[in-house]
């Protein structure tokens, strides 16, 4: 049982505060970009790698999910629990690639700022969303507390 919100029957409330997180690191990376100007190769190339890394951290979440992939925090109904692949690192692969590509896209556009803070928000944003998610899963899924007691939460060898 989580002392977090549900914010929605499936938890679609997570889902639109997602959304807008997102909405607004793409945003203020553009406008921070465009008010710094230049460019510094090393955080051109740095934030294409890291982007890179995300964004395949997430899409093999996606896909190790198959037909249990959602993007509501809630387990569908006739999901299984997927232990394997990326998500034998990892629970939430997604959530982790999309804090590490917020990363990188900040880097990419030499949006510093955007950058550090973005992926900093996204981090604390998705320990909580994923914290409500969690419950829905053990409720769910018998196995859970073992299999989060032996993988990181989202960010592979880190967190």
Not at 12 to 28: C, D, S
Not at 59 to 70: A, C, F, H, I, K
Not at 135 to 143: F, S, T
Request: aromatic share 8%; net charge positive.
């Amino acid at each position: 049982m989580s002392s977090l919100p549900s914010l929605g029957p499936r938890g679609e409330g997570w889902v639109a505060i997602q959304g807008i997180l997102l909405a607004g690191i793409f945003v203020g990376g553009l406008a921070e970009a465009s008010a710094v100007g230049g460019t510094r190769p090393w955080a051109t190339v740095a934030g294409a790698v890291v982007l890179g890394a995300g964004i395949l951290l997430a899409l093999l979440g996606m896909r190790g999910l198959g037909r249990s992939l959602t993007p509501l925090p809630h387990p569908r109904d006739g999901s299984v629990l997927v232990e394997t692949g990326v998500y034998g690192l990892v629970r939430h692969p997604i959530y982790g690639g999309l804090v590490i590509a917020a990363l990188g896209y900040g880097l990419l556009l030499q949006a510093l700022v955007t950058a550090v803070v973005g992926s900093l928000v996204l981090l604390a944003f998705f320990t909580l969303k994923s914290t409500r998610e969690e419950a829905w899963l053990g409720d769910r899924y018998p196995g859970y507390a073992a299999y989060r007691a032996r993988t990181r939460r989202m960010l592979p060898y880190l967190y």
